[in-house]
């Protein structure tokens, strides 16, 4: 019984090396976007002229915000998993401007006190990029005039 126990556990083992050695890992952050057309040039701060509209986009490490007629996407270090459900928002910077090493404090919740205790963070800023939503969209409206117009040809 003993040596049969042994055999499965390493078949087991094997089964599960196997099945990983060929899978790459998933980009993460602003790698997700490097071919994107809506990410643009790398910038240093957002200054708070009129305040941050609303924010969107969200993943476990990225974030959109609309700051007047701009639009930035926002890269934090390592996973802020709030992040990705984020309801509220608050921006936690020393001036007057949102920069490198600042903070943004989120969470999955509309009220301030909640029942999860994993359900408010503070993430810190790795990044920010200029980005343009609108970008992209006369590509994906032109395929789909040609795709008509070679649908309605034959």
């Given at each position: ?38 990410l643009g040039e790398e ?112």
């Amino acid at each position: 019984m003993r040596p049969s126990l042994v055999l499965f556990t390493a078949m087991i083992a094997v089964t599960g090396c196997a099945s990983t050695a060929g899978t790459e890992p998933k980009a993460k952050g602003v790698e997700k976007y490097a071919d994107d057309p809506r990410l643009g040039e790398e910038v240093d701060r957002i200054c708070f002229a009129s305040n941050i509209d609303s924010f969107g986009d969200n993943t476990r490490d990225t974030f959109t915000v609309r700051e007047g007629r701009d639009y930035f996407l926002i890269e934090i270090f390592g996973s802020c998993p709030p992040l990705q459900h984020a309801m509220t928002m608050r921006m936690d910077s020393a001036m007057n401007c949102l920069t490198s090493g600042d903070h943004v404090i989120v969470s999955d919740s509309l009220t301030t006190s909640s029942s999860t205790p994993f359900s408010k963070a503070r993430c810190m800023v790795k990044s920010i990029y200029k980005w343009d939503p609108k970008a992209g969209e006369a590509d994906s409206e032109s395929d789909e005039q040609a795709a008509e117009q070679a649908q309605d040809e034959s």
